[in-house]
Structures are given as C-alpha cells and as structure tokens.
C-alpha cells in the first residue's frame, strides 16, 4: 500500500527527480520521506494533496537520488 496506506490515492506527477550518484549491485538503499505541505483538494472535497520530500541514500549516507510528489489521498472523516 505504500508509505500512505489504504489512504493513497496516487501521484498526479513528480518533480526535482534528481539522480546525484549511481548505485551499485549490492548498495543499500535508505529512503527518507518528508510531508512539506498539505492542502485540500479543490475539485474533490473527499480528497486531499500533501507535498512530499523523498531523499534516498546508500549505506555510506551518501544521497543518491531526491524527488518531490504531489500525493492525492483520502481525507479523514470529520
């Protein structure tokens, strides 16, 4: 269900896909996820988008690849 669980309701897009450095067979990878913003749908009044900040790093904390996303999910009940 992914970082958002059952609330997901998928990205409209991605932005600032940025790869700093390669990996490597047998790297491991460490994803970082931050919610920047969020802020209700206007045309869903169901649904809600947050911004999110994921940065992904190897095993010697090294970045290797940032990107942001717009995720739609479900709002909670009121």
Known sequence: AGSLGE???GP???DELR???PTR??????AEVEVMEKRPSSS???RGIIM???RIKN???ELVMSL???QLVKKRPA
Request: aromatic share 8%; charged share 25%.
């Open 7 to 9: 609330g997901s309701r």
């Open 12 to 14: 409209p897009g991605l």
């Open 19 to 21: 790869w700093h450095l």
């Open 25 to 30: 067979r047998g790297d491991t990878l460490n």
């Open 44 to 46: 869903k009044p169901d």
């Open 52 to 54: 999110m900040s994921y």
């Open 59 to 61: 095993q010697k904390g």
């Open 68 to 70: 942001k996303s717009a």
